[in-house]
């Protein structure tokens, strides 16, 4: 049957931020009357990376909103957002009388009101250039997950696209470690979503220009980033005169339109806390910006998000959208302890599952153009892990969002332990092509009940190894959730740490992590 597209932009206005009022308005079904064509609506790499790996071309989720449905709701408001394929639905400005009417709509479903704190990094800290030597501080970034055998593998990303979600890009455009992605063609596209007009490269915020770096960056012949010959796309989602209450709108949107794109990858270095969110409802299931991600991975694109900089905060765990299952969350180490950074925000979910899955280095180092500046926040643990992950599906490109989580946690440092301030611990290449030779060397340490174990009631660790570190363990409840875990430091000739009896429960189980040597242990 033939179908007919209805226009009706001259019905109404664009406006992110009129006003204080502003909604997102749910529709309960979409028009059958339309004519999609999803040849022409997505870039022909979305297409390649769809029957690559198996996927509809498209689905429902990529039908678009109803038309008459937004005009009426158009006529009670003052200007309209968004309209989100998605969640089919349309963000409307307008009062609270207004949108009781539009309630009451027959085809509206559900109504959401905008509002809420979008975490942005920490501020940066200055480093005199003559301190360090470029080349072995950013060789050594790379380095902490193992980045030299992808190089000597000639793996860099290539054919992967990678879309960067962030609060701005200004500078990226002739930033001395991005030369390289727009002189080579890497550059793909870019949008303004605080806006909804194209990326001004020389306005806003450096943030994302700065996270780009970590993805894909390179500095003459010093590779910054693990993925300098991936495809780029950038999302700007937040202007210095917007107010919070539609960076989640802007951040939908722009994960919508990375899709559409082709990207793979998304890197979001960002994440929702306070406002219309509370710590109960990190289920992944109930935020948008959660059920987005969800939603991205079954559609073929993996999130990347940073856990979050609350960890030293009230707030403390993850944020959204890093709770969603089929998003990969990355939280950051201190690169001289190799534990949590007290700002990394940990887990788990409200529902217990593993958050973060994964880490990396958080404090990290950026060349300014004129110096080199340290920065700190998993706003910058995440991008490296982004650049691991394009590695990845270069190398193996038929893997589903899914799979790729999975391949990046079986290859992480601490696997098969995790926990939920490190994850799986941090990704590495030695161990993604099986050349680790801690993990593939001999036991370094055992989990022994005392020797008068009846009147003493411990379990104790016995030192295989003439070198120290740290020791995970953990508790399993009978349940299967992580009940109690820590991280201890056992030096050489320190005394052993204790497990006691008394602290423990039947069917519960120990875990234990050292140096590549993994230990299980249930009590009977």
Not at 41 to 52: C, P, S, T, V
Not at 213 to 225: A, M
């Amino acid at each position: 049957m033939k179908q007919k597209l209805i226009i009706t932009f001259c019905l109404i206005s664009f406006s992110l931020f009129a006003g204080d009022n502003g909604y997102f308005v749910i529709f309960n079904s979409k028009s059958s009357i339309y004519h999609f064509d999803p040849y022409s609506y997505f870039d022909q790499k979305a297409i390649e990376n769809k029957i690559r790996m198996g996927l509809p071309i498209y689905d429902w989720y990529d039908l678009p909103v109803n038309p008459d449905y937004v005009s009426e709701v158009a006529s009670f408001s003052d200007s309209l957002g968004y309209r989100l394929r998605w969640f089919n639905g349309v963000t409307v400005y307008c009062s609270e009388k207004s949108i009781l009417k539009i309630k009451q709509l027959s085809f509206v479903k559900k109504v959401i009101k905008w509002k809420g704190n979008m975490e942005i990094l920490p501020q940066a800290k200055e480093i005199k250039q003559d301190v360090v030597k470029k080349s072995p501080i950013f060789q050594w970034q790379l380095n902490t997950m193992g980045g030299e055998l992808f190089q000597k593998r000639n793996i860099f990303g290539e054919g992967v696209r990678i879309s960067i979600v962030d609060v701005g890009f200004r500078g990226a455009d002739d930033n001395n470690q991005l030369n390289h992605v727009f002189t080579n063609n890497k550059f793909i596209d870019s949008w303004d979503f605080s806006r909804n007009k194209p990326l001004d490269f020389t306005k806003g915020p450096m943030h994302g220009t700065m996270v780009a770096s970590f993805v894909v960056g390179k500095l003459d012949s010093i590779q910054i980033g693990h993925a300098p010959k991936a495809e780029v796309l950038f999302a700007k989602m937040k202007s210095i005169t917007n107010s919070n209450k539609s960076i989640e709108e802007a951040w939908l949107k722009a994960v919508e339109w990375s899709h559409r794109k082709g990207a793979r990858l998304v890197n979001s270095s960002v994440g929702y806390t306070e406002g219309n969110h509370t710590i109960d409802m990190l289920t992944g299931d109930i935020c948008l910006m959660s059920l987005a991600g969800n939603l991205a991975s079954r559609k073929g694109m993996l999130i990347i998000n940073s856990a979050g900089n609350e960890g030293a905060n009230d707030w403390k765990m993850i944020g959204f959208p890093s709770d969603a299952d089929s998003v990969l969350t990355v939280g950051a180490i201190d690169p001289k302890s190799g534990v949590r950074t007290d700002y990394s925000s940990y887990g788990p979910s409200k529902d217990l599952n593993l958050k973060p899955n994964v880490t990396a280095v958080g404090d990290v180092f950026w060349h300014t153009g004129s110096g080199i500046k340290k920065l700190e926040g998993t706003s910058f643990s995440t991008p490296l892990v982004t650049g691991y992950a394009a590695c990845v599906l270069q190398n193996q490109p038929d893997l589903i969002p899914m799979s790729l989580i999975d391949t990046i946690q079986k290859t992480a440092s601490l696997y098969p332990y995790y926990d939920y301030s490190h994850g799986y611990g941090v990704p590495r290449a030695t161990l993604y092509f099986d050349e680790d030779t801690i993990k593939n060397g001999n036991p370094s340490i055992a989990l022994l009940k005392s020797p008068n174990y009846l009147v003493d009631g411990y379990y104790y660790f016995k030192y295989l190894s003439n070198k120290g570190s740290h020791v995970f363990y953990q508790i399993i409840h009978k349940d299967g959730y992580i009940r109690d875990y820590k991280v201890v430091t056992f030096e050489k000739n320190n005394q052993s740490p204790k497990i006691y009896f008394k602290d423990l429960s039947k069917g519960e189980v120990i875990r234990v992590f050292h140096r590549g040597t993994y230990i299980e242990k249930k009590i009977e």
